[in-house]
């Protein structure tokens, strides 16, 4: 759901950006005699800012362009064609490009940085929850069940489940360094997602084996390297508490 509401989203500002900067460029028409060019310069590049804080890199390039195809066209003699007769108009448009691009650039590299902090909060607060309920003595059925619950969010998984007994031959595995282990060959789970149609995390702790979480992946969908260390990390503490509860039974 959250994807499709992304994709929709980019498309939309991919749409704004070809089409607004025409509509204001059109805006603008019967002011141009009396609007500085600079001042028009300054309402596009509003434009650009707009598109590419709510879309993506993508559409803010194509705002940039469609800003400074319809600058030329609507608002620089000669007008309603795409010639640029003064050397001054010719900077201007240029600007535009060049201002647009890097307002991209910077937009979208805030919004990495704001995806990375909320998805840090989010990895401490899995890790938090089982850690909790670890600490409140909460049964193994309420503790696997929260773990099982954060790992399918962290590694978008179609479904989990806590086993007690390690399989032999053992699944692909998630290491504790976060590598995805097949057959003794390392899987390029950043690139093609975690091998299926299942795969396991070892639930030990200080050496002692208490069982594993197996994991059935949703094809194709890339894991990064950091949401395998925090699965292992939120493993790790579910098995701290384990350890204990399972050999007293």
Same mark, same amino acid.
């Given at each position: ?89 010719? +900077? ?25 902090? #909320? ?16 600490? #409140? ?7 696997? /069940? ?17 086993? &007690?007994?390690?399989?032999? $031959? ?6 504790? #360094?976060?590598?995805? +282990? ?5 899987? $390029? ?16 702790? &200080? ?11 949703? $094809? ?15 493993? /790790? ?13």
């Amino acid at each position: 759901m959250m994807r499709q509401l992304l994709l929709y989203r980019d498309r939309l500002a991919l749409g704004a950006g070809i089409v607004v900067p025409l509509l204001v460029g059109a805006v603008l028409v019967p002011f141009r005699g009396t609007f500085a060019n600079t001042a028009a310069a300054l309402v596009m590049v509003s434009v650009i800012v707009a598109v590419a804080v709510f879309g993506n890199r993508l559409a803010g390039i194509v705002a940039s362009a469609s800003s400074a195809i319809w600058f030329d066209f609507f608002l620089t003699p000669p007008y309603d064609k795409l010639t640029i007769s003064h050397r001054p108009d010719l +900077e201007t448009t240029i600007a535009i490009v060049v201002v647009g691009v890097l307002v991209t650039e910077l937009a979208a590299r805030s919004r990495q940085h704001w995806k990375a902090a #909320n998805s840090s909060t989010a990895y401490v607060a899995m890790i938090h929850g089982v850690a909790v309920l670890a600490a #409140n003595s909460a049964p193994v059925t309420e503790i696997t /069940d929260q773990t099982t619950a954060s790992l399918i969010q962290l590694l978008t998984l179609r479904a989990c489940r806590f086993d &007690r007994a390690l399989s032999n $031959p053992p699944l692909a595995q998630i290491q504790s #360094n976060g590598d995805v +282990e097949l057959v003794g060959l390392r899987w $390029p789970a950043r690139e093609i997602g975690i091998p299926g149609p299942e795969a396991e995390i070892v639930a030990k702790w &200080r050496g002692r084996v208490v069982g594993r979480f197996v994991v059935t992946p949703t $094809p194709g969908v890339m894991v990064t390297l950091e949401q395998r260390i925090v699965a292992v990390a939120v493993v /790790d503490v579910a098995a701290a508490y384990l350890v204990g509860e399972l050999h007293a039974m």
